[in-house]
């Protein structure tokens, strides 16, 4: 009898260890399934080895079925990978500020195109702080690569803009912000001169909304960048030292 109670204990114990594996190896599963997707442009399968997307969104803890906004896509080479790898369950909102799409309209029309072949995409242009004005579900997680430093001088109201992604999320949910390391004590401005920015403030404004750092990875590191000239020097130019912060919107 002792036996079969301390087998039915273990049991217990074991099922959500085993259920929360399953996840994890079904996320896995789905992100190099997306990274393998033969329609990947090979513009974009040539950025991976200095982007590392695959490990990113591990660290992100992407599941299929995840609904996820992607702030700032560009022409959607997150945006790409993130919507095979949520699958037809899940949702990639893939948005553009209204100044990009206006300045950068090329991009933009791209990223449009891309969308127009994916039931499970929704293409968002909108100022950042209104992002989430047509997003009518909980989101899972929300995504800036390589933007929130242009978010210094493009007149995007910050505090508001982490309030936005705040309130879009599910408890739990999930914010992953990427960015170019610029210097301790550099300051704002180099958010514009060097496309650069401290991570410390970053921190610092994305908590203030009600954040918790969960984690950092340095999976983007280089220590060989020196931090004070511009991302696009052609000494530096996609290799510089990135900073790579889950926040999480605590449970409640």
Known sequence: MKQFVAAMAALVLATPMAMAMT?????????????????????????????????????????????????????GY?????????GADGHVYA????????????????????????ENMTHVVAPTEGFSDGIDV???AVFMV?????????GTDRAAMNQAVYDALRPGGVYIVIDHHALDG????????????????????????????DGQSDVLANPDDPRDISVFDPAIRRQTDRFVYRFRKPDM
């Open 146 to 154: 390589l933007f929130y430093h242009d978010t210094l001088h493009d």
């Open 186 to 213: 550099a300051g704002e401005e180099v958010g514009n001169t060097l496309h650069r920015m401290e991570a410390s403030l970053a921190e610092r404004e994305v908590m203030a909304a009600g954040f918790v750092l």
């Open 78 to 86: 997150y945006s790409r990978i993130l919507s095979t790898a949520v």
């Open 23 to 75: 996840i994890q190896d079904d996320g896995a599963m789905a992100i190099e399934a997306a990274l393998a997707d033969a329609s990947r442009p090979e513009a974009e399968v040539q950025q991976d080895a200095g982007r590392h997307p695959g490990a990113v969104l591990e660290f992100a803890g992407l599941e299929p079925g995840w609904q996820v906004a992607d702030l700032t896509a560009g022409s």
């Open 95 to 118: 948005h553009n500020p209204s100044w990009v799409a206006e300045s950068y309209p090329e991009p933009n029309e791209a990223l449009a195109a891309l969308v127009a072949t994916r």
């Open 138 to 140: 909980p989101l899972d």
